[in-house]
């Protein structure tokens, strides 16, 4: 049961994937994202720092492949920590932003090759995870949050 009275019932408990200190040492310590995807394969974050890389240097496609990896690998994870499909995933825990980032990365590569119906559902995805999560993004400087 939640600590929180306000919170509705009718909706799951918030979904955290389990800390990395040895990946977050890594980012910290300023490897590169494709090292880091070597390394990390199965977690979403490398794969969301090389979609945003892409993108920002204007390879779509390669941006879209990137973050459709690191949306998939985010999805395997939460399933492992009980998501049931829905419900929230919040930005403010620092292992769900690789999942996250991913997804915002494949909405806006989405967009840019024109897969609209696509990048319409991701921006509800991404809400429904955390509706504060894309000012978020754009607030912490993340390249493909908007």
């Known amino acids: ?26 980012v910290e310590a300023g490897d590169e994202a494709e090292d880091l995807a070597r390394q990390f394969p199965a ?8 979609a945003e890389d892409a993108l920002a240097d204007g390879r779509v496609v390669e941006g879209y492949a990137y973050a459709r990896v690191g949306y998939h690998r ?5 399933r492992r920590a009980g998501w049931r499909g829905a419900g929230p995933v919040p930005f403010r825990h620092e292992p769900n932003r690789g999942f996250l980032r991913s997804l915002a990365a494949l909405g ?18 991404l809400r429904d995870s955390d509706p504060t999560a894309v000012d ?3 607030d912490a400087g993340f390249g493909a949050a908007g």
Do not use: K
């Open 108 to 125: 806006a590569a989405a967009a840019q090759i024109g897969e609209i119906d696509e990048a319409e559902r991701i921006t509800v995805f």
């Open 43 to 50: 977690t979403s974050l490398p794969w969301a720092l090389l």
């Open 136 to 138: 978020a993004m754009r």
């Open 74 to 78: 985010g999805l395997d994870a939460l």
């Open 1 to 26: 049961m939640s600590a929180d009275p306000h919170r509705n019932l009718l909706e799951p408990e918030p979904t955290l994937l389990p800390e990395q200190p040895e990946l977050d040492a890594r």
